[in-house]
């Protein structure tokens, strides 16, 4: 029988494996040259900000959020969001989508891009970016790069890239 009952935690170092696991199950050997995952190469997740869900004793879905820049501006990437196949569909991704937003919002960030669905990412305050806004160091859909803005920030506009640039914010303050 399948376990129905799951809690959410924050990832541990322990549990990488495990999510790069569901990683590679969800996006397959492509994954590496899909422009998401080239932002975060080299770029360490947000631990205070990256959970799990658990399942009896296994790990059936993870959220990620990595610090980028756009421009000058701190952000988060968000993703990846990973669901086991055999948990798709019971509210895991809704459930990590909103503790992640409420921790993000809790911990004084303001702006989160991702790239996805905006019909499942709309209900957590994600909207399109406007068209040229925020450029990306890779192909993506423009119609699936979303941006949410917290703690009643603005949008951000600029070239994106992993990490958080001390230098850029020295240099534009
Ligand atoms: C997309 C994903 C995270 C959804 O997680 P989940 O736990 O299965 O979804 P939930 O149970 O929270 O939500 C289910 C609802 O979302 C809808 N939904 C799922 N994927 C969707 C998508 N891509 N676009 C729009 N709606 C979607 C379902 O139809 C369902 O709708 P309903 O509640 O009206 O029946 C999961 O399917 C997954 O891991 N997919 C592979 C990896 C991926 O595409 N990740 C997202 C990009 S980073």
Redesign the pocket.
Same mark, same amino acid.
């Given at each position: 029988m399948k376990q129905t009952s799951w809690v959410i935690r924050t990832e541990h170092p322990s549990d990488t494996a495990t999510v790069e696991e569901l990683q590679a199950e *969800?996006?397959g050997p492509g994954r590496f040259a899909r422009t998401a995952f080239r932002i975060r190469e080299n770029v360490p997740h947000r631990e205070d900000l990256s959970f799990v869900v658990v399942a009896g004793s296994s790990i059936a *879905?993870s959220i990620r959020l990595s610090p980028i820049m756009i421009g000058e501006t701190r952000a988060l990437l968000l /993703? &990846? $969001?990973?669901?086991s196949p055999d948990f %798709?569909?019971? /509210? $895991? /991704? %809704?459930a990590l989508m909103r503790t992640a937003m409420e921790a993000a919002e809790a911990a004084g960030d303001k702006v989160v891009l991702l790239v /996805?669905?905006a &019909?499942?990412y709309g209900p957590f305050g994600f909207a399109q970016v406007p068209f040229g806004k925020i450029t990306l160091p890779g192909p993506v859909d423009p119609a699936r790069l979303l941006v949410a803005c917290l703690n009643d920030a603005d949008m951000p506009e600029g070239a994106v890239h992993g990490g958080w640039d001390e230098a850029a914010e020295a240099a534009a303050s």
């Amino acid at each position: 029988m399948k376990q129905t009952s799951w809690v959410i935690r924050t990832e541990h170092p322990s549990d990488t494996a495990t999510v790069e696991e569901l990683q590679a199950e *969800a996006f397959g050997p492509g994954r590496f040259a899909r422009t998401a995952f080239r932002i975060r190469e080299n770029v360490p997740h947000r631990e205070d900000l990256s959970f799990v869900v658990v399942a009896g004793s296994s790990i059936a *879905a993870s959220i990620r959020l990595s610090p980028i820049m756009i421009g000058e501006t701190r952000a988060l990437l968000l /993703g &990846p $969001l990973t669901v086991s196949p055999d948990f %798709k569909n019971r /509210g $895991l /991704g %809704k459930a990590l989508m909103r503790t992640a937003m409420e921790a993000a919002e809790a911990a004084g960030d303001k702006v989160v891009l991702l790239v /996805g669905d905006a &019909p499942y990412y709309g209900p957590f305050g994600f909207a399109q970016v406007p068209f040229g806004k925020i450029t990306l160091p890779g192909p993506v859909d423009p119609a699936r790069l979303l941006v949410a803005c917290l703690n009643d920030a603005d949008m951000p506009e600029g070239a994106v890239h992993g990490g958080w640039d001390e230098a850029a914010e020295a240099a534009a303050s």
